[in-house]
């Protein structure tokens, strides 16, 4: 054989040699490509990742999940369960094909093998939403309290967002005593969702007789409910007319109030928010007021430029008709007579008051004012109001109040 023959037999050899290399090394890329494809596509178009890549176990699951849903027909249901089942074989920690299989197996009725399918899923995965919300509806249906609200604290944690979904069911189902009771519990282990449900509650308008019902039991329990919550419900429950309501939940968070006279005579009370039944501080654009700290407790201070004049401070009262006397001390006022400052009890609602006492410069009996108002039939919330007037003074207007009281005559 010639040395050119050789060099051609050999030839032939090595091409097909890079052939078969070649078409080894096309055959890798296109499964690589069309097993990334597959990934990308798996969340869009399900069935077609899973016809890409039918060999991955998470990408059937991915396929088998999408056949579960409320119009899912029998075909859909027996093509799901296969779907998982193929699945699983491949890959035992495809956690959506054991979610699947036991969503389909609790369709068919058999719960007892549904419940041992998701415990699996759960134990593979605790962040999977179709399992938390099955759990829970499961308990539901069985009457198991406990049980639910142990999925919902498990939910919530694990996946904050559902709060949009589970927050309303959670609230109504929160009338029923024994749910509360329940749920009380559950939020004094202080879970990461606690102070986010307490403020979604507050903010629910429709059912104020429940919410204040609902943080009494938070409070029996030594649950803090932030203070702008608490403020919220009372002007809430007032604002609706329920003024017994307002007046009781009130009560329980400033033990020993009377609605007979007014609240905190010496200002120490120092609410970042307080309700309206509080001392509640009025700033207009030119009006500045504060409560500041003193020896004796504590005193409301208030300045206004020349000209400017208006409401500085405001409290609810609850006064049952009769005659009061509104007393108190001041200082640092020194006004003509037509710019003093002066206090006012009128209706809530209306403008005409049916009481008022000036506050006298405060070097005049050594800053002490006195004065009586009387409460008419039919007029069940008054605002009790201290205003300033428009003073020509350059320096306008400016002083404190060191202490008021507002009391019925006679003793009840």
């Known amino acids: 054989m010639s040395r050119s023959d050789t060099l051609k037999r050999r030839s032939r050899k090595e091409w097909a040699g890079r052939f078969a290399l070649t078409s080894g090394i096309a055959v890798l890329a296109f499964q690589s490509v069309a097993f990334s494809i597959a990934q990308v596509a798996t969340k869009t178009r399900p069935a077609f990742a899973d016809a890409l890549a039918p060999y991955d176990g998470r990408l059937s699951a991915a396929h088998a999940g ?33 979610v699947t299989l036991g969503l389909g197996t609790a369709a068919d009725g058999n719960e007892a093998h549904a419940r041992r399918l998701l415990a699996y899923a759960q134990m593979l995965s605790r962040r999977n939403d179709q399992i938390q919300l099955w759990s829970i509806e499961d308990a539901v249906a069985h009457g198991n309290v406990t049980t639910a ?5 498990v939910t919530l ?45 507050a903010a629910q308008k429709n059912d104020l007789q429940n919410t204040s019902t609902f943080f009494l039991a938070l409070g029996a329990r030594g649950i803090a409910v932030p203070e702008p919550v608490r403020a919220a419900v009372v002007n809430a429950l007032l604002d609706a007319g329920k003024v017994s ?47 500041q700290r003193t020896p004796n407790g504590g005193s409301f201070e208030f300045s206004a430029p020349a000209s400017i004049g208006g409401v500085v401070l405001q409290q609810i009262q609850l006064l ?3 005659t009061y006397r509104l007393a108190g001390r001041s200082s640092g006022i020194e006004q003509e007579a037509r710019a003093l400052p002066y206090w006012s009890l009128t209706c809530r609602g ?21 004065g009586t108002i009387s409460v008419p039939a039919g007029c069940p919330v008054q605002v009790l ?28």
């Open 245 to 291: 309501e307002a007046w009781n939940y009130y009560a329980t968070l400033r033990p020993g109030v009377d609605r007979s006279r007014a609240r905190d005579p010496h200002f120490t009370a120092s609410l970042e928010t307080p309700s309206v039944f509080d001392w509640t501080p009025v700033n207009g654009v030119s009006i500045a007021t504060s409560f």
């Open 157 to 201: 944690r694990t996946k904050p967002r559902m709060g949009d979904m589970l927050y309303p069911v959670l609230t109504q189902a929160a009338h029923d005593p024994a749910i509360r009771t329940v749920l009380v519990h559950t939020l004094a282990a202080k879970p990461l969702w606690a102070d986010s449900y307490i403020t979604y509650v």
């Open 66 to 98: 999408t056949l579960i849903t409320p119009k899912a027909s029998a075909r859909d249901l027996a093509e799901a369960r296969k779907l998982s089942l193929d699945a699983l074989h491949r890959d035992p920690t495809a956690v959506i094909a054991a």
């Open 350 to 370: 209306e403008r005409q008051d049916f009481g008022r006492v000036t506050v006298p410069n405060s070097a005049q009996a050594n800053g002490t004012f006195t």
């Open 320 to 322: 049952p008709p009769g």
């Open 149 to 153: 609200l142990r999925w919902y604290d």
């Open 385 to 412: 109001t201290l205003f300033v007037q428009p003073s020509d003074a350059i320096s306008g207007i400016s002083g404190q109040i060191d202490g008021i009281v507002l009391a019925p005559t006679k003793q009840r």
